[in-house]
């Protein structure tokens, strides 16, 4: 989905680890072509840009799907528009009515757990989501998207395994070492964040989310007018600035996190060397990838 600029709200009324956690990918699309590498449709179009325009288009393949609530092509597209639109509790439902009348079709169950986690139905979610592939099939974007509900649901260590899972069969997609960097972050290892999240954001595939992930993360570890710099690259001056003021409030308000930058400049005393393993460690696997991986696609 298209993602627009960060409201200045958003840092101002969400607790910090809130606001990482908000921040994780659930493999969003633009399009609904783009789409189709993980739900399967055979269709190009682009989602219309604008409010309007989308909403339009969201009437019409709802209308579609009125009239034929089987077609999957329908219900798919449907619940793309709909998810675009952030109206998830509908998306999650048009997909949960296609789901149950073909509750063996992994592409369909890929969307529908995608849409419950949008939702906030997290258990919910990474239950249909361990249905959407196989150990011997594996896809990508469903093992980012199981990374981006236990992350939700605190569970850090296993989500940092599906991440990882994850480059091992897409090397270098940014969106997947994004979500691992705010992981690492989540779990207080702010080095090993910033260090996996540069690596994401000098991608050139890298979009705007990934480089305000990267920014937020700066932030988190004091580093506010490089914070600032990243966050111009996508937003306006004044507005990169609003973002940084408020992550910078927030941290002068919670213990936790001056307890963690105070704990991770004291790690980095202690074993220099081990901190720069552990860097070295989130870098993407290089070697050649098991044929049961490669073909996950």
């Known amino acids: 989905m298209t993602q627009g600029k960060l409201p200045r709200p958003i840092h101002a009324l969400l607790p910090l680890a809130a606001v990482l956690a908000t921040s994780l990918a659930l493999a969003g699309c633009n399009s609904v072509r783009d789409m189709s590498n993980s739900i399967g449709i055979n269709e190009s179009t682009e989602l219309p840009r604008g409010e309007a325009a989308l909403n339009r288009f969201a009437e019409d393949w709802g209308q579609r799907y009125d009239r034929n609530p089987k077609d999957k092509k329908a219900a798919m597209t449907y619940a793309s528009a709909l998810r675009a639109l952030g109206q998830h509790a509908q998306a999650a439902a048009v997909l949960q009515s296609i789901a149950a009348r073909n509750p063996q079709d992994r592409e369909i169950l890929g969307a ?112 506010f007018g490089e914070a600032e710099d990243w966050s111009r690259r996508d937003l ?59 073909n996950a696609e």
Request: glycine share 4%; hydrophobic share 40%.
């Open 112 to 223: 529908y757990g995608k849409s419950l986690a949008d939702a906030g139905r997290l258990k919910e979610a990474a239950a249909v989501l361990a249905n959407a592939h196989t150990p011997e099939r594996p896809n990508w974007s469903i093992l980012s998207a199981q990374g981006s509900v236990a992350d939700q649901l605190g569970e850090h260590d296993e989500a940092q395994n599906y991440y990882k899972a994850a480059i091992r069969i897409r090397p270098d997609e940014p969106s997947v070492m994004s979500n691992l960097g705010l992981s690492y972050a989540l779990s207080k290892r702010l080095p090993l964040a910033e260090e996996t999240l540069r690596d994401a954001a000098n991608n050139p595939k890298a979009d705007m989310r990934v480089r305000q992930n990267l920014a937020l993360v700066l932030a988190l570890e004091g580093k």
């Open 236 to 294: 306006a001056p004044i507005d990169a600035a609003a973002n940084v003021a408020s992550i910078r409030k927030m941290i002068a308000q919670s213990n936790t996190w001056r307890d963690l930058q105070k704990l991770d400049r004291q790690a980095q005393r202690r074993d220099p060397a081990k901190n720069m393993t552990a860097v070295a460690a989130t870098r993407p696997v290089t070697q050649e990838i098991p044929a049961s991986l490669a």
